[in-house]
């Protein structure tokens, strides 16, 4: 007996494999500073909780709609036109397990065998997976740090082919923090309309975690009409990763693909979480923006942090909570028998000399860069970038 080819096409989530590895060798009582995992270290705000526990006391404990209760989605309607200018109608707006259940939900409605799907790198490592899962094809848009992690636009128009469905992204970006400007997002727009079978999905996560310009949907910008789908939910903004809402605003047609998909597989998503949705996202950001400027402040010590140590050239993100720093200066470099030939090569050093855990660029397209998350304590970030230094030193 086996597992399907399917599922072993698909390579492990190497953001939950190293959170495993610094979990387990935190088990042996080694003191791991975790910066692999992405997840805001913040509870969620008091004013949601207490909506959660009212929903539990009126008995909202029966199976919800498949596509999300109806007040749930009228509130997503209502922000989505009010805080991006966007135009979905509550029938156009489904609710999810999460972002990534929602994004999988559209690939999977929307992709056949052979289909091409671009991806720009850096991407989320799990862009590709779901992409191959559902018989498509990944094509990646190379870029760097040099030009803050944004793909050339030539290139773009270059991997456009008759096989070409859709195109994936995430601004801001994880795990570069990277947020594409409203420039930028139209040159992307002006290309694709002339491509009329290409769908956009833009999954926009992180749009609370930005700093400096407002963020900008590219299903905003009346170009695309009808082929943009909107992806966002609770975790990032709202700290609310255990709940596990997400939600889609799509064209009328997929939106009723995507609720037909979910009826099948999951059916709606949980009750009670979706009753302190309506509260979190019908309410007051004011929280959410403490913990911004918070990620803020973090995001200034980490850069100045990884400036100071000789061999790295980090990036300074507008967005998220992430820095994705070069560090390909160290391979070939070699400590105690140990030589770093890669990123997951570096970061397995790290944990086990440093005592920290970061993730390898190689799973989000940039083999030559790892992902630091700043979703920890000012003085675990202290340390950690004290510990980094001194493994680093080591490297000949």
Same mark, same amino acid.
């Given at each position: 007996m086996e597992v399907s080819k399917r599922l072993q096409a698909v390579t492990e989530s190497q953001t939950l494999v190293m959170t495993k590895m610094a979990r387990e060798l935190a088990a042996t009582g080694v003191s791991v500073i975790n910066l692999s995992i992405g997840e805001p270290d913040f509870g969620t705000p008091q004013?949601?909780?207490?909506?959660?526990?009212?929903?539990?006391?009126?008995?909202?404990?029966?199976?919800?709609?498949? #596509?999300?209760?109806?007040?749930? =989605?009228?509130?997503?309607s209502e922000k989505?036109?009010?805080? %991006?200018?966007?135009?979905?109608?509550?029938?156009?707006?489904?609710?999810?397990?999460?972002?990534?259940h929602s994004i999988t939900n559209v690939i999977f409605s929307v992709i056949n065998e052979g289909d091409e799907v671009i991806i720009p790198a850096p991407f989320w490592v799990s862009y590709p997976e779901m992409v191959k899962l559902a018989g498509g094809v990944p094509v990646f848009l190379n870029s760097s740090i040099d030009t803050d992690y944004c793909f050339d636009i030539d290139d773009l128009k270059t991997a456009?082919?008759?096989n070409t469905k859709m195109m994936l992204f995430s601004s801001p970006c994880n795990p570069s923090g990277t947020v594409y400007s409203e420039p930028f997002l139209r040159q992307i727009a002006e290309v694709l309309d002339k491509h009329e079978d290409i769908l956009v999905i833009s999954d926009e996560i992180y749009e609370h975690i930005q700093y400096? &310009?407002?963020?900008?949907?590219?299903?905003?910008?009346?170009?695309?009409? &009808?082929r943009v789908v909107t992806v966002n939910g609770l975790s990032k903004g @709202?700290?609310?990763?255990?709940? =596990?809402?997400?939600?889609?605003?799509? #064209?009328?047609?997929?939106?009723?693909?995507v609720d037909k998909l979910q009826g099948q597989f999951t059916s709606g998503t949980n009750s009670i979480a979706q009753r302190a949705a309506i509260t979190a996202i019908s309410g007051s950001l004011d929280e959410t923006y403490k913990m911004r400027d918070v990620f803020h402040k973090r995001r200034q010590?980490?850069?100045?942090?990884?400036?100071?140590?000789?061999?790295?050239?980090? %990036?300074?993100? =507008?967005?998220? @909570?992430?820095? *994705?720093?070069?560090?390909?200066?160290? @391979?070939?470099?070699?400590y105690n028998g140990k030589t770093i030939n890669n990123s997951t090569d570096l970061c397995l050093y790290l944990l086990e000399d440093?005592?920290?855990?970061?993730?390898?660029? &190689?799973? *989000?397209? %940039?083999?030559?860069?790892? =992902?630091?998350?700043?979703?920890?304590?000012?003085?675990?970030?202290?340390?950690?970038?004290e510990n980094i230094k001194t493994s680093l030193n080591k490297l000949q």
């Open positions: 004013f949601i909780n207490d909506a959660a526990k009212q929903a539990i006391d009126d008995g909202w404990s029966h199976y919800p709609p498949v #596509p999300g209760y109806p007040e749930l =989605r009228k509130a997503i989505f036109k009010t805080q %991006n200018n966007l135009d979905y109608a509550p029938e156009q707006i489904i609710v999810s397990g999460g972002a990534k456009i082919t008759p400096g &310009d407002k963020h900008t949907s590219i299903g905003s910008l009346g170009l695309l009409k &009808d @709202f700290a609310m990763t255990g709940w =596990r809402i997400g939600y889609i605003g799509a #064209p009328l047609w997929l939106a009723k693909a010590l980490v850069y100045d942090g990884l400036s100071e140590i000789e061999g790295i050239k980090p %990036n300074l993100p =507008r967005g998220a @909570f992430y820095v *994705f720093p070069d560090i390909s200066s160290f @391979f070939g470099k070699s440093a005592h920290v855990s970061l993730v390898g660029g &190689d799973s *989000f397209g %940039n083999p030559e860069c790892v =992902r630091i998350s700043y979703a920890a304590s000012e003085a675990d970030l202290k340390k950690a970038l």
